[in-house]
């Protein structure tokens, strides 16, 4: 029983220990003078934007050298995901509506950091910067890519009486100021119509919504956009067999009479979902399963 239980400590622990292994993939990184290293980047399962990369110039290098924001100014992971340096404001209000504050927030903090790279067209550049508060989209625009910040703001004003909350008056303001700014690009680059407008006022602050608008505004075509972002699924099917194992030993009663110990062997089939985390590396894995066993 003993070893029963230490395996499956073991068949708990795999996982773990798998997200903690390195897992470099060829890429390169660019420096603060415009210089490109390529090398190995150890490409883990980043929740929220890195605040620094492993680096190694050959896969078999036991040298391993850290870059954070401030020292270099780009660095991509061959065929998956790229981050660009960027210096500037960055919102710190909350959007959960769970945990919203009163009052409009407009606070920001100032910093260096990794956003990484949705799309980077002729016209406009999207990116995402996630940290322990919430996720921020950037816009830029070329020949300069400058990001600026998509604006979303969610709130409780309690001196808004239209709406009663409880016991209080008041109302909770959206402010889907990216929405303004996206009407502006599409204005700007001439691709504004009917059914571009429809998207841009039903859109989500999510990567999805927002990067099918930044495609649009790029002049992307469908099939094109389909081959660069259709093909990452989070989900996979997942189906098995197995071998269903029951031991019975004899007691009371039936041990008195004397009843014999058996082992029973029985087929099952099991299904499943696997949710990847991030489908880039597919190393972080949670499967929801079920199953059918004959009894």
């Known amino acids: 029983m003993l070893n029963f239980y230490k395996l499956l400590l073991l ?4 996982p773990v220990f798998s997200w903690a292994q390195s897992n470099y993939k060829a890429g390169y990184i660019v420096t603060l003078k415009g210089d490109t290293a390529k090398g190995y980047i150890d490409f883990r399962e980043w929740t929220s934007n890195p605040t620094s990369i492993n680096f190694k110039t050959t896969a078999t290098d036991s040298k391993v050298r850290k870059f954070n924001p401030e020292e270099i100014s780009f660095f ?23 945990h919203i504050g009163s009052g409009k927030d407009t606070s920001i903090r100032t910093a260096t950091v990794f956003l990484k ?16 508060i919430k996720t921020r989209y950037y816009i ?3 020949p300069d890519y400058s990001p600026k910040e998509l604006v979303y703001r969610i709130y409780y004003d309690a001196n808004n009486n239209t709406e009663v909350v409880g016991q209080q008056k008041g109302k909770t303001i959206t402010e889907n100021t990216y929405m303004k700014q996206l009407f502006a690009l599409a204005e700007k680059y001439n691709v504004l119509n009917n059914d571009l407008q429809w998207q841009i006022e039903h859109a989500g602050y999510y990567n999805d ?12 075509s469908g099939k094109e956009y389909k081959k ?27 041990q008195s009479v004397g009843g014999t110990s058996y082992t ?21 894995v949670f499967r929801l399963e079920a199953s059918l066993a004959e009894g």
Do not use: C, H, W
């Not at 068949?11 to 795999?14: I, M, R």
């Not at 992971?77 to 769970?98: C, H, K, W």
């Not at 029973?264 to 972080?284: D, H, I, Q, R």
């Open 76 to 98: 991509a992971v061959n065929g998956f995901e790229a981050y660009r340096q960027y210096t500037g404001p960055i919102s710190t209000d909350i959007i959960d509506l769970d």
């Open 117 to 132: 790279v949705l799309e980077k067209g002729s016209k406009v550049a999207l990116y995402m910067y996630t940290d322990d």
């Open 11 to 14: 068949f708990f622990l795999l």
């Open 264 to 284: 029973s062997y029985l087929p099952a089939v099991t299904f499943g979902l696997n949710f990847f985390a991030n489908p880039s590396t597919g190393k972080l």
């Open 209 to 220: 919504d927002l990067l099918k608008l930044v495609s649009k505004i790029n002049s992307i």
């Open 228 to 254: 660069n972002y259709g093909d990452q699924t989070k989900l996979n099917l997942v189906v098995g067999i197995a071998l269903n194992v029951t031991t019975t030993k004899p007691g009371g009663i039936y």
């Open 140 to 142: 830029s625009e070329g």
